[in-house]
């Protein structure tokens, strides 16, 4: 799943033109993504938990979030994005819940919580948090509405 996640990020990064149809296929991966981020999106606060450090729901749903950033990156995808009903709620909650999860045991979703010594430690949610503030942010790009949400 995280390869296939990795291959949808190479499209979405592609700076050639789209069809119509490419387009309609991509609105529907959108839909789908955003759906599975959105169930899976707190199996990432078991990585603060010893026994979840190898988590393949988590993993995955790190890939999702990158790829939902990147998708919110484009304006093809944007609008389309911003009026999903619940992905931006559930973006802030995520948010509020791996803050408070930091705040209880070691914080491994930001990398200067993640320094020990003068070595970074290579843990695949560093960063989680600051994905989420800019999918929050795309999200309210331009968007009135999902502005007074936040």
């Known amino acids: 799943r995280v390869t296939l ?7 979405v990064n592609e700076k050639s033109p789209v069809t119509s149809e490419e387009m309609k296929v991509i609105m ?3 839909d789908f993504l955003a759906g599975c981020f959105q169930e899976k999106c707190e199996a990432v606060l078991k990585l603060t ?10 993993l995955v749903t790190i890939r999702l979030l990158d790829v939902l950033c990147e998708m919110t990156s484009s304006n093809g995808q944007l609008k ?16 509020r819940l791996t803050h408070l999860a930091g705040k209880q045991a070691v914080n491994i979703f930001t990398a200067t919580h993640a320094m020990t010594g003068q ?3 290579a843990h695949p949610a ?14 309210c790009y331009k968007n009135k509405e999902n502005q007074d949400k936040v």
Do not use: C, W, Y
């Open 119 to 121: 070595e970074e430690i």
């Open 49 to 58: 938990s010893a026994a979840g450090a190898e988590d393949e729901e988590a």
């Open 5 to 11: 996640l990795e291959l949808i990020m190479v499209k």
């Open 80 to 95: 389309h994005l911003q009026a999903l009903p619940g992905l931006l709620e559930t973006a802030i909650d995520t948010l």
């Open 126 to 139: 560093v960063g989680f948090k600051s994905h989420l503030i800019r999918l929050i942010g795309n999200l």
């Open 28 to 30: 529907r991966n959108a």
